[in-house]
């Protein structure tokens, strides 16, 4: 019993070879009853009609309200506990979904497909910003993560649904995602995965969506573990202070000198600061 959940804004072009590949791979590998739930966001291009024709639930919103908001609905409304997320646009291969699920069922929360091939590479510009909110996202966790963002994922309903007032309503939900099962001790196992070019034209704005995602990761750290902020800040004080008392050794200067101080003071007002605010995040849990 499994349930696909594939958000939509007009992806007319790829909807219904989904549907069919999603369907196609539940019977063929004995996964049925299964369904296909597509949560239309707003499409103007006929993108529920097509899905539904194929044999999809559909859920129509009526103008568009996010990635994430379109996969939190469709989670809501699925009928199976097992849950695959995936994208409309024919990137992301069904046909391995059946071995995801096999390493689904060794007890890991999560499996993810991890995205390897030159369509997952795309611009020059990308790549680094993948590479830095994965360094970010990294830190975060203290894990090694291979693929942070990935829209190809399984995992539990009834897992998923306390985290889902948390998770973020745009393109960063699986990142949103990614950080919330790390921080509270999930286990999330990787399946490299061949990533496809898409059909048709990406909904994706790269730095809109970047600050967005380094907006949440900062929340994220803030209600899962505010003392590591606190304590990035704090060193970034002491090396100030450290960088001010050398100057100060070097010119003479009595000014250097009192800076340096006053970043030492600083340094431990925001430790103290962090300690309150764990204070606090246990208080209110």
Same mark, same amino acid.
């Given at each position: ?20 590949q999603c369907l196609e791979v539940a019977r ?9 739930? !597509? ?5 103007? @291009? ?6 539904? #024709? ?31 997320? /995936?994208?409309? @646009?024919?990137?992301? $291969? !069904? ?7 096999? #390493?689904? %069922? ?26 830095? &909110?994965?360094? +970010?996202?990294e830190f975060s966790t203290g894990q090694s ?10 995992? %539990? ?7 889902l007032p948390r998770l973020c309503n745009t ?27 898409? /059909? ?5 704005? =790269?730095? #809109?969506? %970047?600050? #967005? ?8 750290? /803030?209600?899962?573990? $505010? ?10 004080? =002491? +090396?100030?202070? =450290? ?25 431990? +007002?925001?430790?103290?600061?962090? =300690?309150?605010?764990?204070? &606090?995040?246990? +208080?209110?849990?």
């Amino acid at each position: 019993m499994i349930s696909f959940i594939i958000p939509a804004l007009n992806e007319g072009s790829a909807i219904a070879a989904t549907v069919d590949q999603c369907l196609e791979v539940a019977r063929k590998h004995g996964l049925e009853p299964a369904e296909v739930v !597509v949560v239309d966001d707003g499409s103007d @291009d006929g993108t529920g009609e097509m899905a539904a #024709r194929q044999g999809a639930r559909v859920i129509r919103h009526p103008t568009p309200g996010g990635y994430g908001n379109a996969l939190k609905k469709g989670i809501m409304a699925a009928s199976y506990d097992t849950i695959v997320i /995936l994208d409309a @646009d024919g990137t992301y $291969p !069904v046909e391995r979904v059946p071995e995801m699920l096999q #390493r689904y %069922s060794l007890g890991f929360d999560m499996v993810v497909g991890q995205r390897t091939g030159p369509h997952y590479r795309e611009s020059a510009f990308k790549s680094p910003m993948r590479a830095v &909110l994965r360094m +970010l996202v990294e830190f975060s966790t203290g894990q090694s993560i291979p693929d942070v963002n990935s829209g190809l994922r399984i995992f %539990s309903r009834e897992t998923v649904l306390s985290y889902l007032p948390r998770l973020c309503n745009t393109f960063s939900f699986t990142t949103s995602l990614t950080l919330a099962y790390y921080m509270t001790g999930r286990f999330v196992d990787y399946l490299p995965i061949d990533y496809h070019s898409r /059909l048709g034209q990406s909904k994706v704005r =790269l730095l #809109r969506d %970047s600050l #967005r995602t380094l907006q949440y990761i900062i929340e994220a750290i /803030l209600y899962y573990n $505010p003392m590591k902020i606190f304590i990035l800040m704090s060193g970034f004080c =002491l +090396l100030l202070s =450290l960088f001010f008392i050398v100057g100060a050794l070097f010119t003479k200067m009595l000014s250097f000198f009192i800076l340096g101080l006053g970043n030492i003071f600083m340094a431990m +007002l925001i430790f103290c600061i962090g =300690l309150l605010a764990v204070q &606090l995040k246990e +208080l209110m849990r």
